[in-house]
């Protein structure tokens, strides 16, 4: 195999900038798995490192991307192995969130071994590859860092999209009380999921309701670190997951002084990502605790479609490229 067909961009800029082509196909280093990727997920992360914004998503490469093709929670089978890479054979199905060498926008991409975990049993390769990266900031969000405890009351800013899918359901597992907030479009999904009570970003700021939380988890943060204490009760706590840069800096700053005398806890989330951390949510998911919605299918030609969908905020749930 020498060519394959990859989604490549070399300036950052809209999905105009994609270009659909073939390239050269990768061959393993010695520690490294070729996977021919069958499904491969959108996160926002794609979208804001395809147009540069907001500028964390430029570390790496200021100027001009440092990966030019994106992609980066899939699923597929192994290919072929390095010569260091005992653990899978060809033929494995196997999954993974590659975001710091991205590559999934592709018929095959080199991994390495220790990123991959053998697809759970019974899944299918698009439910795999919507897993990683929403699911991990989920998890974590609402339960490892987030501690949520029955009866508390959880708002998730954010929450018609991709991570907010699974957070909504697994806060509700845990029995919290739900406010899910996101545009128009996706007030209605998010009740679908299970939330309490749902807002339109566009018509309501939750800083200014008057309504206080134990845990703030938010996907969309360009608030003040002021207004984000104001909204916790006592004890409570906020998770910036992803938003401005002017706001990760300022709770990175600040948030550690605010509210501390309400004990309310204001911090940036740095998710810990790779697959081998979800046996928790991958447990939900095979008892159908949690389900996982894919709005919309794509082939990879299509990946510049996908991504505008994602983009211009349609996407409720999951968007996932089917690779033939
Ligand atoms: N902290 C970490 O370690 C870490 C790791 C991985 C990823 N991330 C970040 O996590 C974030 C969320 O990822 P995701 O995949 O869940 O994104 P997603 O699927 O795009 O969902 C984000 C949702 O937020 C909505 N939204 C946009 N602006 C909003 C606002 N002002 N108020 C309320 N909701 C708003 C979006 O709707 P619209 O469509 O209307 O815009 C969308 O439904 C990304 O920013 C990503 O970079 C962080």
């Known amino acids: 195999m020498d060519a394959m067909k990859a989604v490549v961009y070399t300036r950052y800029g809209s999905p105009d900038v994609l270009r659909v082509t073939d390239v050269a196909a990768p061959t393993p280093r010695d520690n490294e798995v070729l996977v021919k990727v069958r499904a491969v997920s959108l996160n926002a992360s794609d979208w804001e490192t395809l147009l540069g914004k907001p500028l964390y998503s430029r570390i790496g490469g200021p100027f001009r991307p440092r990966h030019h093709v994106l992609g980066s929670d899939i699923a597929g089978q192994v290919e072929a192995t390095g010569v260091n890479a005992t653990r899978f054979r060809p033929g494995d199905d196997v999954f993974a969130d590659i975001l710091s060498q991205m590559g999934g926008f592709a018929e095959y991409v080199c991994v390495p071994e220790r990123a991959l975990a053998p697809m759970p049993t019974g899944m299918t390769y698009e439910v795999a590859a919507a897993l990683p990266q929403a699911a991990a ?130 911090r940036v989330l740095a998710v810990r990502l790779g697959v081998q951390h979800l046996a928790p949510m991958i447990e939900l998911c095979q008892e159908q605790r949690i389900v996982t919605v894919i709005d919309r299918r794509y082939p990879l030609n299509e990946v510049p479609d996908a991504l505008r969908y994602l983009g211009e905020g349609h996407a409720k749930g999951k968007v996932v490229v089917i690779v033939d």
């Open 137 to 266: 900031i989920a998890q974590q969000g609402i339960r490892d860092k987030g501690l949520v405890q029955s009866g508390q009351s959880v708002l998730i800013n954010g929450a018609g999209g991709g991570s907010g899918m699974y957070a909504i359901q697994l806060a509700k597992l845990l029995g919290a009380e739900v406010t899910g907030v996101d545009n128009e479009e996706k007030l209605e999904f998010m009740r679908s999921l299970g939330a309490d009570h749902v807002l339109d970003y566009a018509r309501e700021d939750f800083t200014r309701t008057g309504s206080t939380y134990d845990l703030i988890l938010d996907l969309a943060g360009y608030r003040s670190a002021f207004a984000y204490q104001r909204s916790l009760r006592p004890g409570g706590r906020y998770l910036f997951v992803g938003g401005s840069m002017a706001t990760l800096l300022q709770l990175l700053l600040i948030g550690p002084m605010t509210g501390r005398a309400a004990r309310k806890k204001v």
